[in-house]
């Protein structure tokens, strides 16, 4: 009985070790059914979003939720990134950095996504 008891918890342990977490976008629009955008990642640390985006005074993680409207599921089985519309981007990128690289790309050829970055460039003069 006791290893029953021990297996259920090791299950258990588990099971909540490998849900997704999600960091919800910190702005949404009124263009689309759906508001925001997902990025589904495969990393599982929050924490690799908190370092800055180039030379900006700005998180990997308020440009991406703030900036491009996007909300972050950690802890995903892939890199991809799903837009308003529903379209799904699978991404290549394995870390923080170039993922929010990747995003930035591909929102920047979006037709909102334009427009939001037309909007982070002026706020960011270092941004090309």
Same mark, same amino acid.
């Given at each position: ?18 849900? !997704? ?8 629009? +009124? ?8 990025? $589904? &990642? ?7 979003? +908190?370092?800055?985006?180039? +030379?900006?005074?700005? &998180? ?29 981007? $699978? ?24 427009? !939001? ?10 941004? +090309?």
């Amino acid at each position: 009985m006791r290893y029953f008891i021990l297996a259920i918890f090791i299950l258990l342990s588990y099971s909540s070790y490998s849900q !997704e977490v999600e960091l919800p976008a910190l702005r949404l629009s +009124d263009s689309f059914s759906k508001p925001y955008r997902v990025l $589904n &990642t495969t990393i599982s640390d929050e924490s690799l979003f +908190d370092q800055y985006y180039n +030379d900006t005074n700005l &998180t990997l993680d308020s440009v991406i939720r703030y900036h491009f409207y996007t909300s972050i599921n950690l802890n995903s089985d892939q890199n991809q990134l799903i837009s308003m519309d529903g379209t799904k981007f $699978n991404l290549s990128s394995k870390n923080a950095k170039d993922l929010t690289d990747e995003i930035i790309s591909l929102v920047s050829k979006m037709y909102l996504g334009r427009k !939001e970055f037309m909007d982070f460039k002026k706020l960011n003069k270092n941004i +090309d």
